[in-house]
């Protein structure tokens, strides 16, 4: 045991503590028909709470953890039991992690094969002690060199193979923990330059190891869902898995619109030129949502600094998008944020989760009251009231043709008259509830 979160009590609900306290979240409080525990399924995400030591690209490691460098087996076992006295502290409902976050790499694929399962076996002894699930596992395939020129999408296909070994191995992890998801973020794949890079081969290659991933997890059984994850660039200058509309492009491209789903993050969707809300409505709509990375970028330096949230009307937009088209099912809230290099503290990991889950509460509150008082609803629905006349719907249905509507328009004399978008009092109307 590190005994590093020794000092710090469980936290509970009390909006009137002074200290370390949540002050929205109140787990069992019911918000649209769920406890808001399930609806928010938080997770915290090892990597950057367990793994990051604080460095920037001008500088190393801030932070001094007793578990690190974690290059041994012996400090990979003290990390793994830190990692759940902190979930503890949080009373965390999940957790994800990539094998690379968690292990030494071994020798071997074999090896490092080895080593994974016998954190998996701390894993499910502390995941049965603590209550605290697995929301989802991945594989690193973009941190070791080996990696620098693509995973899937490598040019050499010993990579491929090497890659495939990987994501088997985490796969079968996950599913022995009983993960709810299993996540694809494509770090490296896409290029740095067209002049080496075949684009169509490797997007090939890409579709056919997703088809290679599909496959087993059918073949093993494993029920969660299996999540993309775009993003538009960096660490390469283009990656393949773009935003949710080039996802889904993707996915049908390789026959897979109805095997994967995405799991979108806030801080790629900005990176990309869309705001969040808008990445969640259109996976809704194409109905390829699964699970949220939750996180801000700060405006100014304009690259992925991974802050944690704390902009209630921000999350509040995303949680109603995802409160409209149901909810979650096998996904969750991930916290994939780190803290500032300065924040040197175990208070400060656990402060930046209470005020994480506390924002998210809000906004998730905000968002369930304007779905359930359905003013926004009702105006968007007035909008579009029109599309329930029976010569409306007829334009869409099939046997309608151009000419035939035309005639129709002409014969009618048409004339359609501009009706005001209320914009400015929408957003007055959601601004009472934020
Ligand atoms: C990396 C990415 C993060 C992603 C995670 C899972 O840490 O930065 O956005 O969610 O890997 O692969
Ligand atoms: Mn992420």
Not at 162 to 174: G, I, N, R
Not at 234 to 254: I, S
């Amino acid at each position: 045991m590190s005994g590093y979160f020794d000092a710090i009590a469980p936290l509970s609900y009390d909006p009137d503590a002074d200290g370390l306290a949540f002050r929205a979240y109140d787990p069992d409080e019911m918000v649209m028909g769920k406890r808001m525990a399930d609806q928010l399924r938080f997770a915290v995400a090892f990597w950057h709470s367990f793994g990051w030591e604080g460095g920037d690209p001008f500088g190393g490691q801030t932070f001094e953890r007793p578990w690190f460098p974690a290059n041994t087996m012996e400090l990979a076992e003290m990390r793994a039991n830190a990692a759940f006295d902190f979930f503890k502290v949080l009373r965390a409902p999940f957790f994800c992690f990539h094998d690379h976050d968690v292990r030494p790499e071994g020798a071997s694929l074999g090896e490092s094969r080895d080593r994974l399962e016998r954190i998996a076996d701390i894993f499910e002894t502390r995941m049965a002690e603590t209550g605290t699930g697995l929301l989802w596992g991945t594989a690193n395939l973009f941190t070791n060199r080996r990696f620098m020129a693509g995973a899937a999408t490598n040019p050499d296909p010993e990579v491929f193979a090497y890659c495939a070994a990987t994501v088997k191995a985490c796969l079968d992890v996950t599913h022995r923990l009983n993960g709810e998801n299993y996540v694809l973020w494509g770090g490296r794949e896409g290029y740095e330059t067209l002049l080496n890079t075949d684009l169509g081969a490797e997007l090939d290659h890409m579709g056919r190891f997703l088809s290679l991933v599909v496959e087993y997890k059918h073949k093993i059984g494993f029920k969660g869902a299996i999540l993309i994850e775009p993003k538009p660039q960096e660490p390469t200058k283009h990656q393949y898995d773009y935003d949710v509309a080039t996802v889904f492009g993707f996915l049908q491209r390789y026959g897979l619109e109805n095997e994967v789903k995405l799991n979108i993050e806030q801080g790629h969707a900005i990176l990309a030129g869309h705001s969040f809300e808008h990445e969640l409505a259109l996976a809704n709509a194409l109905g390829v949502f699964g699970s949220i990375d939750m996180n801000r970028n700060d405006y100014q330096s304009g690259w992925d600094t991974d802050q944690f949230p704390n902009n209630v009307p921000e999350v509040a937009l995303a949680y109603y998008e995802i409160l409209k088209g149901g909810g979650f099912t096998t996904g969750g809230t991930n916290f994939d944020s780190k803290l500032r290099r300065q924040s040197l503290d175990a208070e400060d990991l656990v402060a930046a989760h209470a005020g994480a889950f506390d924002v998210c509460a809000r906004g998730l509150k905000a968002a369930a009251k304007m779905l359930e008082d359905d003013r926004l609803e009702a105006a968007r629905r007035a909008r579009y009231a029109g599309w329930n006349e029976p010569w409306a719907k007829a334009m869409l249905e099939k046997g309608a043709t151009l000419e035939g509507i035309a005639a129709e328009a002409e014969a009618k004399g048409l004339d359609p008259q501009p009706v005001s978008g209320r914009q400015e009092r929408l957003e007055n109307l959601v601004n009472r509830y934020v």
